[in-house]
């Protein structure tokens, strides 16, 4: 039962508690978030409406809510062997984390994009920024089973044989071969010991089969849903220096035998509690090529394209639950007289943080309709070719400043663990590590920039057309980028990302915000900290309008 059902007594003898705030639950999460809302429409995705307001309802209520907290309480524990020392190689979760997973998958999180005849990938967007702010740490195995269908399709005769178990939206915990389970979840292999951004020193060796199969020999170092049914794996063929290959490891074997996946022990992370991230040995486990040999890591960027759009999401998803809590309890709490919502400096605070959270939205809205858009329109697909790391690279570091901006809104009890706060907080920074951490997110960046003229261009027409007025710093922007030199890199990127989310924002209809956005983040003189960028009052009335959630819907 949730900890705050009973109704609680407030005179304690001493005193009365009065004047403290409440619970963030029994909130939509979609209906009661106009600009969540306002951009999924914008962006195609009125025909999924209906299931996000559902979805919304669920993640926003108190039970829901206490699942994330309990999960998190209660982490994964790694049970390696059985109790007569035979290997088992599994994971057990607390019942909250069954329920979450249950929930995110049977709405669509891993599948919509695949199955929706429209807007799938904004659709698929939505859900997991619902999710996010019900408990993070089960958006990993979702966004990592959605993120491995393209690369799946790499090797029809598996995606044929896997894709409709993903499409089937189902979560079955059991841990039997796939083809006795109603549905599977996924995961990636990629991290050693030796090279984790540096891929190409991976030492783990596949030797190929009589029957065509391969057999995996090495270590992983990071790999995240551990309990998931199949995993891809980068390897080099025999140990030759000839490139990475990219495979599919199932946990189980065709013969119904246990794959030799060895979960050597559970990492004991910061945040992404709920979230088994275990450290893997394979001794010759069985495994098939997916795509070409030799074009491993061009396969599984595949995958991480996808995955790098759900780590804009997840952080911008972060953001938005900590504002969520500030302006909760900023209409709550009074202090010197005057509610928090009405003292000036306050307002300019939420203010500045609904600005963030809404520009870090629209990126990633604007990057699902890209992907929804790329089968039909080329020029989609070279957009999100460099908008995805340069959202991913911005997005990902503004989520801890503005978490720890909004803790500080709620005071002392914002740092305090009975607050969600805190659990948001050792999230925000791990999507800006994971998938690529910030110096190779630019770095990938800056080569697009130079090798693929085609993608610059697509960037460059998408800008100009919806941030006119900004011609000439775009213009600037690019040619400082194109020059290549690293140490602008970082400069560039940001400055590219700030116009990304002005222009994002304006075509999805908050042009306010996106000029605004524009021009507080890139003016002469930026404000470093949230709040000290002066903006209109009247604009900063609307921000605080548009970024409370309205409760009881
Ligand atoms: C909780 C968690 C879960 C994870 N789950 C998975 C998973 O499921 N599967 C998986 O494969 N991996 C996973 N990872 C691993 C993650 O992807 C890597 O940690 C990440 O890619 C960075 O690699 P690394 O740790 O080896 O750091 P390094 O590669 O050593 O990088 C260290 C720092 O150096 C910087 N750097 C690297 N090269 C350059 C350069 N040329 N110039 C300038 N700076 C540079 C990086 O940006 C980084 O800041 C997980 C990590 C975490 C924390």
């Known amino acids: 039962m949730p900890i705050n059902a009973s109704v609680p007594r407030t005179d304690l003898g001493t005193h009365v508690v009065f004047n403290q705030g409440e619970a963030l639950v029994d909130v939509n999460l979609f209906d009661g978030d106009w600009i969540l809302s306002a951009l999924v429409e914008a962006a195609g995705g009125a025909g999924h409406v209906e299931r996000l307001s559902h979805f919304g309802a669920r993640t926003g209520s108190e039970e829901v809510q206490y699942w994330g907290e309990l999960a998190n309480r209660n982490p994964p524990q790694l049970r390696a062997f059985d109790r007569f020392g035979r290997r088992v190689d599994e994971v057990e979760f607390h019942p909250a984390y069954h329920a979450l997973m249950a ?109 065509g199969s391969y057999a995996l020999t090495g270590h992983k170092w990071f790999v995240s849903g551990a309990m998931a049914d199949g995993f891809l794996a980068l390897a080099k063929i025999n140990g030759e220096d000839t490139g990475l290959s990219c495979f599919f490891v199932p946990r189980w074997r065709l013969d119904g035998s246990r794959n030799a996946l060895e979960l050597q022990r559970l990492k004991d992370k910061m945040g992404d509690r709920s979230n088994a991230t275990c450290e893997m040995e394979l001794r010759e486990a069985a495994a098939s090529l997916v795509g070409p040999e030799g074009r491993g890591v061009a396969t599984i960027l595949e995958m ?55 520009a870090a939205t629209a990126l990633a809205m604007r990057i699902a309709l890209a992907f929804d858009r790329a089968a039909d329109d080329p020029a989609q697909g070279l957009l999100a070719r460099l908008m995805t790391p340069i959202a991913k690279y911005w997005v990902c570091r503004r989520a801890t400043p503005v978490v720890a901006e909004a803790m500080e809104c709620l005071g002392g009890s914002g740092y305090v663990e009975e607050s969600p706060l805190p659990r948001a907080f050792r999230q925000a920074p791990l999507n800006g590590i994971w998938e690529g951490s910030g110096n190779v997110i630019v770095l990938d960046t800056l080569r697009v920039m130079q090798r693929e003229p085609e993608a610059v261009e697509a960037m460059a027409q998408f800008l100009l057309a919806w941030l006119p007025g900004q011609a000439e710093r775009i213009d600037a922007v690019l040619i400082a980028f194109r020059a ?70």
Not at 132 to 145: F, K
């Open 304 to 358: 991480v394209q996808h995955t790098r759009l759900d780590c804009v999401t997840g952080a911008a998803a972060t953001m938005r639950w900590a504002l969520s809590n500030a302006i909760w309890n900023a209409q709550r709490r009074s202090a010197f007289g005057r509610r928090l919502i009405d003292q000036p400096m306050m307002r300019q605070v939420l203010a500045d943080l609904v600005l963030e959270s809404s």
């Open 103 to 211: 929930l995110g998958l049977e709405a669509g999180t891993s599948s919509i994009a695949w199955t929706a005849p429209r807007a799938g990938h904004v659709a698929h967007t939505a859900l997991l920024y619902l999710l996010t702010q019900a408990e993070a740490g089960v958006g990993c195995p979702m966004s990592m089973t959605y993120a491995a269908v393209p690369a799946l399709r790499k090797q029809p005769e598996i995606a044929e044989s896997w894709e409709p178990r993903i499409a089937a939206a189902r979560y079955d915990a059991r841990c039997l071969p796939a083809h006795q389970k109603g549905g599977v979840t996924l995961g990636m292999a990629m991290t050693e010991k030796q090279g984790g951004s540096d891929v190409r020193a991976n030492s783990t060796v596949a030797v190929a089969q009589a029957d």
């Open 484 to 553: 290549g030199e690293p140490t602008r890199a970082r400069q560039c990127v940001e400055q590219l990302a700030v116009l990304l989310a002005g222009a994002s924002l304006v075509e999805l209809g908050l042009e306010a915000l996106g000029s605004a956005y524009v021009n507080n983040r890139l003016a002469p003189v930026a404000a470093t900290s949230f709040g000290a960028a002066v903006l209109d009052s009247t604009l900063t009335d609307e921000l605080i309008e548009w970024g409370a959630l309205e409760s009881g819907k």
